[in-house]
């Protein structure tokens, strides 16, 4: 009868070991799918500048990057005998 408990003990010792060790958690990360790019805003610059003799010559000058890659000038000169207005745009 001692053996049969010694041994019903052993078994359950030898079993609990057991299902410990079995309970590993492998866990593996991953990167998303899918990666979202925003487009970057447009961005302007003007400048304004009068000089000649009494800032009779006004020059306005305004630079826009688009978010595509366009690039854009656009320059306004104005005077006395008139203005002109020119414009450049480039896309790459």
């Known amino acids: 009868m001692k053996l049969n408990v010694l041994a019903v003990a052993v078994a359950a ?3 609990g070991a057991f299902s410990t060790n079995a309970q590993v ?4 990360r991953r990167d998303p799918a899918v990666v979202i ?3 970057r805003p447009d ?5 304004e500048k ?3 003799f009494l800032g009779t010559n ?3 000058t305004k630079e826009t990057t688009g978010s595509g890659g366009c690039t854009s000038k656009l320059v306004h000169n104005e005077d006395i005998t008139g203005s002109k207005t020119v ?3 480039n896309c790459d």
């Open 37 to 39: 790019e925003h487009d």
């Open 43 to 47: 961005t302007s610059v003007t400048i």
């Open 58 to 60: 006004k020059t306005i």
């Open 13 to 15: 010792t030898a079993i």
């Open 25 to 28: 958690v492998i866990e593996e």
């Open 87 to 89: 414009q450049k745009a």
């Open 50 to 52: 009068q000089d000649g």
